[in-house]
């Protein structure tokens, strides 16, 4: 099953955001799409998930126009984690995660896979929300995203816009071997971040964006090339060796 763009366009108050963008996520693979800010990718990832609909072109989730498939049908598809998440009421931790798993009913894993990604990740199963710190937050809201995905393999995607932003490194290490494993399991995942060097160990594809458009994609060794990534960023970019591994880092303004 695969998650796909054609030919797609957006336009908000006459201004181009996205331009003829062409990309697709294929089931067992993690793209990740990297670009500047303001590149578009937020707004890509609103439009695959259906939120938005495209000027021109077209989006399909396993053939289907997302925007045509009913929310709870679609909530079984598509697991979104956006960058802003609004929560006000003091659910728990546990009430939260568990909201993951409602388009499926109380019958389909509703408590196991709550207690499992409650378990997994460490997290305080009765904390309310509302008192825990932003990093804590983002972890909990990523259980939750997990949770509508859980074991669904190749019958579900994952859309994810800057997932670990907020963690410590721990945290960071745990959420990537969870999306790998979740990838081996055959479900299809886009991922936006800005940090290069965690994609290029995480990525399966990159897609690079600016000003709307795609500048590269491909294999991690076709997209993250040097001309790629500095058409991508206007910067200097600066490739090093670390433990036999590419290392990128801008080049420090003089």
């Known amino acids: 099953?695969?998650?796909?763009?054609?030919?797609?366009?957006?336009?908000?108050?006459?201004?181009?955001?996205?331009?003829?963008?062409?990309l697709e996520v294929q089931g067992g693979k993690i793209t990740v799409l990297l670009g500047p800010n303001g590149a578009g990718k937020s707004t890509l990832l609103k439009i695959l998930s259906g939120y938005?609909?495209?000027?021109?072109?077209?989006?399909?989730v396993?053939?289907?126009?997302?925007?045509?498939?009913?929310?709870?049908a679609r909530a079984k598809i598509?697991?979104?984690?956006?960058q802003r998440n609004s929560l006000e009421f003091p659910f728990t931790a546990r009430e939260v995660i568990a909201m993951g798993r409602m388009p499926f009913?109380?019958?389909e894993g509703?408590?196991?896979v709550t207690q499992e990604l409650l378990s997994m990740f460490g997290v305080a199963a009765d904390q309310s929300y509302l008192t825990m710190s932003g990093g804590e937050q983002q972890l909990?809201?990523?259980?939750?995203?997990?949770?509508?995905?859980?074991g669904r393999g190749s019958e579900a995607f994952l859309l994810l816009d800057e997932p670990m932003t907020a963690l410590d490194l721990r945290h960071q290490s745990k959420i990537a071997s969870t999306l790998r494993k979740l990838s081996s399991q055959g479900?299809?995942?886009?991922?936006?971040?800005?940090?290069?060097?965690?994609?290029?160990?995480?990525?399966?594809?990159?897609?690079?964006?600016?000003?709307?458009?795609?500048?590269?994609?491909?294999?991690?060794?076709?997209?993250?090339?040097?001309?790629?990534?500095e058409r991508t960023f206007d910067t200097v970019i600066n490739q090093l060796g670390r433990g036999g591994e590419r290392y990128f880092r801008a080049e420090l303004e003089k």
């Not at 598509?78 to 956006?82: N, P």
């Not at 909990?140 to 859980?150: H, I, K």
């Not at 971040?193 to 399966?204: K, R, S, V």
């Not at 795609?214 to 990534?229: P, Q, T």
Request: net charge negative; charged share 20%.
């Open 52 to 60: 938005l609909k495209p000027t021109d072109g077209e989006v399909l």
């Open 105 to 107: 009913g109380q019958s």
């Open 187 to 229: 479900l299809g995942q886009l991922v936006v971040m800005h940090d290069i060097n965690l994609a290029a160990e995480l990525a399966d594809d990159i897609v690079l964006m600016s000003h709307g458009k795609v500048v590269a994609k491909g294999s991690v060794a076709e997209a993250l090339k040097i001309e790629n990534l």
């Open 78 to 82: 598509l697991g979104v984690l956006t």
């Open 1 to 22: 099953m695969n998650l796909s763009a054609r030919n797609t366009s957006f336009i908000l108050r006459n201004r181009a955001i996205l331009s003829d963008i062409n």
């Open 62 to 72: 396993a053939g289907y126009n997302p925007q045509k498939i009913s929310l709870q």
């Open 140 to 150: 909990v809201q990523l259980c939750r995203v997990f949770a509508q995905v859980w």
């Open 110 to 112: 509703f408590d196991e």
